[in-house]
């Protein structure tokens, strides 16, 4: 059975929750599970070096039957060889490899060249979605709420302030209707001109940050992810229109069509102390209409 040599073709981004492919390769796994790559896909797998938006829940359907994919991950393929989720040692995109979608399944899968239906769990997805567009509108509402922060000029995020979020963020997981996002304030950050102590009552941030989050919501402005292919590495890019004008993002994942599909985004936001420095937890919430 080859490998494929281009990118999986992927969906997901224009907000396809189902799709027809080719059935390209069967990678046993060492679990006894199995890897099915298809020429094309609308599920959405999570990304290794990245993985904040979780895979989409789904179902594989072919002559055998329809199966549940248990899992969805990034896959590359360099010298003949399949990596898969954490085994992959490089980055989604990276020079010289190929990068597929691999569909997991337990027990019977498909025959390669066999044409099968994917069926995306359209409910989660749009729960996700919705997660993700939140998770974009919060960062940018941080990063508006801890503008005055900063005693340099450092760099800035799509609205022109400074950029906390992309500075700081250490871990960012997408959660159906909300996101989870860890920030590190230490030494690096304090010596980009960060100062912590604007951070001393979480609360009043989150305030300043639910403010603004709630003009945006009320605006109910287009979303929209551009690309210019559909292979899986394609650069893409989240645009939302804000009352001050269009934002861009580059991001992987899925989202709404519309800012006017949610009822309210608001943020919590949580201090602890760690070594060196000063842990902030950001917890988001989208309410859909
Ligand atoms: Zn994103």
């Not at 359907?61 to 399949?82: M, P």
């Not at 025959?111 to 995306?120: A, D, H, I, K, L």
Request: glycine share 10%; aromatic share 4%; with cysteine.
């Amino acid at each position: 059975m080859a490998l494929p040599e281009t990118d999986t073709l992927v969906s997901y981004p224009d907000g396809a929750t189902s799709s027809t492919g080719t059935v390209l390769h069967v990678e046993p796994l060492p679990d006894g599970r199995s890897a099915v790559l298809l020429d094309e896909t609308a599920f959405h797998p999570v990304d290794t070096a990245w993985p904040d938006q979780p895979a989409d829940r789904g179902t594989l359907t072919s002559a055998s039957g329809t199966h549940a994919i248990v899992d969805g991950v990034t896959g590359g393929i360099r010298d003949g060889k399949l990596y898969l989720g954490a085994d992959l040692p490089v980055r989604t995109g990276a020079e010289g490899w190929t990068f597929v979608v691999a569909h997991v399944l337990e027990g019977a899968v498909p025959e390669v060249g066999e044409t099968v239906r994917v069926e995306v769990d359209a409910q989660h997805r749009a729960a996700l979605s919705a997660g993700h567009t939140a998770c974009h509108l919060a960062s940018l509402a941080l990063d508006a709420a801890l503008a005055d922060a900063w005693s340099k000029d450092v760099a800035t995020d799509a609205l022109g302030n400074p950029a906390f979020d992309a500075l700081a963020i250490q871990r960012s997981r997408i959660v159906p209707n909300g996101s989870l996002d860890t920030y590190r304030i230490g030494k690096s950050l304090r010596r980009k001109g960060f100062t912590p102590a604007a951070l001393a009552d979480p609360v009043d941030v989150a305030a300043h940050a639910n403010a603004r989050l709630a003009e945006w919501v009320e605006a109910g402005g287009a979303v929209s992810i551009e690309r210019t292919e559909s292979s899986l590495t394609a650069r893409r890019t989240w645009a939302c229109e804000l009352p001050t004008g269009r934002v861009e993002i580059p991001c992987g994942g899925t989202h709404l069509e519309s800012l006017s599909e949610l009822a309210s985004v608001t943020v919590a936001l949580t201090t602890g102390e760690i070594e060196g420095g000063v842990e902030l937890v950001m917890e988001t919430t989208a309410t859909v209409r």
